[in-house]
């Protein structure tokens, strides 16, 4: 567990007044909130150290007890262990963060586990301070294009918690939905933060997407690209057989009609499926074939 | 609405410890809105944004920083899934 040095986190000097850490708390917390930084983990991450640090420097007694152990905290800790089960034991949860979700006031996430060690959970000393909203979470999950032909529920586990989400059909990779409420929670009983989930569809080996439409290249055989006929065509939901049309130029495109992706929230309707032709000249031709197509060039 | 889809703005200064003339000012300047023109109840679907404006206040952003905040992330939103919707189509292209 590795010593955190909270008035490196705050950019001050040891002497710094009881003002100073405050405005440096605020300047910091202005550029690296949650709120002014959505998406970004990193910028999350230091929110959470800067809020630990604004903890403990802005609490008198924390930061006496900070600075008088510092670096020797565990030693200092075999001293004060009996004061501090009294003063800084891991309270349970208390009014304002209970009421909006029953959320644990904090969970070892949010605190380092330096934090923890020294000053056991969060809130021991220290009357009321600001509530924040808890910290927003972000997850991510896979899903396969196959997935997203259809609305379907997945239950997933976050931070221990069991929650059960719908997927709306013809979701978009990289699009975010938002869970309300399933966020971390609130800061000194400010409101629970939201959970956001991600959706990563890797690229198909089959089908490009565009939208809810789709595009794959299939090959052709000479023969029928010049003389018509009937192919078979894969499509997301099944085989399906297509006309090809005399005289086809290679990279001819055809479209399959309703046969591309839900469009997301519209149950009922869908894109359409790209084809586009490849055309495949034979190869090892026999003697026989070979005079054929010299005919056919003469002709 | 229904009444419990209704919050009223008393209720979440004193929740927030918030002073009442702030979120009447973000009511006013149509950053949150309201539920009547009375400006005494919101919509529950509003509470998460005015959240928000509330901990940009607590950061000592007064009103007009706080709107042009507000105005600038949404246009990052915007962005981001413009972004997002052509790195999908370029996708389209990537590996052809």
Redesign the interface.
Known sequence: MAFIDYYKVLELNKTASDKDIKNAY?KL??KY?P??N??DATANKKFQELNEANEVLSDPEKRKKYDKYGENWQHGEAQEQQNRQQQYSRQSTTG?ADSFGGADAFSGGDFSDFFQSMFGGAGGGGG?R????GQDLNAELQLSLQDVMQTHKQTLTINGKNIRITIPAGI????TIKI?GHGGAGING??AG?LYIKFNIP?DARF????SNL?NTIKLDLYTAVLGGEITAETLSGKVKVKVKPETQNGTKVKLKGKGLPVYKKDTEFGDLYLTYDIQVPVNLSEKQKQLFEELSKS | MKSSNLLMVSEICIYHNIEPDFVNSLLNAGLVKPAEPENTLIPVTELQKLEKLINLHRLDINLAGIEAITHLLERVEILHEDLQTLRNRLSRYEGA
Request: no cysteine; glycine share 18%; hydrophobic share 20%.
């Open positions: 605020r917390a202005r909130h709120d002014l959505p998406n304002g009321r600001t509530g924040y909203r978009a990779n990289g699009q309300a400010g409101p939201d690229a490009k997407r565009d939208g595009y």
